[in-house]
């Protein structure tokens, strides 16, 4: 990996969850090799930290920010081999990757967690952003659908990056059963952030009673 992954677990009742985050250097359009920085990622979490669950950031399976690639005929397909190619690679863990989906002819930035060689579950963005640097609301769809899913008996929300400044989408994950909240993300770092953030997700945990990552 390029960066040393963060390891910490979470609880459920009577459980335990070792959760590995993996923020890595994806390379814009190269969506079969960024599988494959996901099935090496997820190899080496499980051997040197025994992870139950990886988690990697928005849109990394086409890089971030994808813009126009995304209009391009071939990229559904693209990223459906890519999700059939991880499905494949026999790995123990499981893990959430971020990538288009595309339903009902709309496409969604989403989140996607694979566990014991099939998709378990996708999240739809509830609120892509449309202001300063991003432009999500140009390809993107909203999503409306709150998603838990038991991963290892620990119930786990999972949301995508803005969805975790609005109010919603991690109270509703609390109310549906979660123990912890996933939330992907890629945005750019500007001073000051990582204080805000911090102060925004343990406000968040304490009032819905959640670990959030």
Do not use: H
Not at 8 to 35: H, S, W, Y
Not at 59 to 69: K, M, N, S, V
Not at 116 to 143: L, M
Request: net charge negative; charged share 25%; with cysteine.
């Amino acid at each position: 990996m390029s960066q040393q992954p963060d390891a910490a677990e979470m609880t459920g009742p009577g459980q335990k969850l070792r959760v590995v985050i993996a923020q890595m250097d994806f390379l814009v359009g190269d969506i079969p090799g960024n599988a494959q920085l996901v099935i090496d990622s997820v190899r080496r979490a499980e051997s040197e930290m025994n992870a139950d669950i990886v988690i990697f950031p928005e849109l990394c399976l086409t890089g971030y920010p994808p813009e126009d690639l995304l209009l391009r005929p071939s990229m559904d397909l693209r990223v459906s081999e890519a999700l059939d190619t991880l499905c494949k690679a026999d790995l123990s863990a499981a893990f959430v990757i971020g990538a288009p989906i595309r339903e009902g002819g709309l496409l969604f930035n989403s989140a996607v967690l694979i566990e014991q060689g099939e998709v378990r579950a996708t999240y739809f963005k509830q609120f892509p952003p449309n202001y300063q640097v991003f432009d999500e609301k140009r390809y993107f769809a909203s999503g409306d659908d709150t998603c838990v899913v038991n991963v290892r008996g620990v119930p786990v929300g999972l949301t995508v990056c803005e969805d975790i400044w609005r109010d919603g989408p991690v109270e509703r994950s609390a109310e549906a059963g979660a123990r912890l909240v996933i939330n992907i993300n890629a945005s750019p770092y500007d001073g000051g952030k990582q204080a805000k953030r911090k102060a925004l997700l343990e406000r968040k945990s304490a009032e819905s009673s959640v670990s959030i990552v």
